[in-house]
């Protein structure tokens, strides 16, 4: 099964200003909701050579100014054991975009499969998706779409994969700064696993 384990009561956690003068520094513009790790274990776990995907951290951006996204990276990890392979690996991270009819149609959470995408009145609707790079987010006034991140892994081979949190890269009136996000997933990987997929969400990954 899968089970959103309770949420760290941390909106966002500002790490220590990186080494060298052209680094980014710990900055605070970003706004986000109260970090959780989603957790695929048990009767839930997943085979190798699948792609799944998470859409649960919100961005908003609490300055005057229009924030512009440079990249995303992956935090941390759940090593497998000295020589043996990952279990999964971090595709990318993208964002997501939402309206309130897609906000509506296409619930937060975790998918078994590259993109969000449920079953709606018999039709397949997908989250659009968009690369992170130089995204500009405009303050939180200015904007009438959400955006999450929606973060991408493919599994790869037995053992458990653990993602700590994600950094978020920005610029903000000329100066980079950076942002941690203990936003996390723990993945068990089992060859001939057959995790329980809902039926809105399995209807969409029998037509690709």
Do not use: H, W
Not at 116 to 128: H, I, R, S, Y
Not at 166 to 188: I, S
């Amino acid at each position: 099964m899968l089970k959103l384990l309770p949420g760290l009561a941390v909106a966002a956690l500002l790490a220590s200003g990186c080494g060298g003068e052209q680094g980014p520094v710990a900055g605070d513009a970003l706004e986000v909701g109260a970090a959780s790790t989603y957790a695929v274990e048990g009767a839930g776990a997943l085979p190798p050579g699948v792609d799944v995907s998470l859409m649960l951290t919100a961005l908003s951006n609490a300055s005057d100014g229009d924030l512009v996204i440079r990249r995303i990276e992956p935090i941390g990890g759940i090593p497998t054991g000295e020589g043996k392979r990952a279990a999964a690996e971090v595709v990318g991270f993208e964002l997501a975009v939402r309206d309130q009819d897609l906000a509506t149609a296409v619930p937060l959470g975790f998918y078994a499969g590259a993109r969000p995408a449920v079953q709606l009145d018999g039709a397949c609707v997908e989250q659009p998706t968009v690369a992170p790079e130089d995204f500009v987010l405009a303050p939180a006034g200015q904007r009438d779409e959400d955006v999450f991140v929606v973060l991408r892994v493919r599994t790869t081979a037995e053992g458990v994969f653990g993602l700590d949190g994600l950094r978020v890269v920005y610029e903000l009136g000329g100066v980079e700064y950076f942002q941690e996000l203990r936003d996390g997933l723990v993945l068990q990987v089992v060859p001939g696993a057959a995790p329980d997929v809902p039926d809105a969400q399995a209807a969409c990954l029998a037509g690709r």
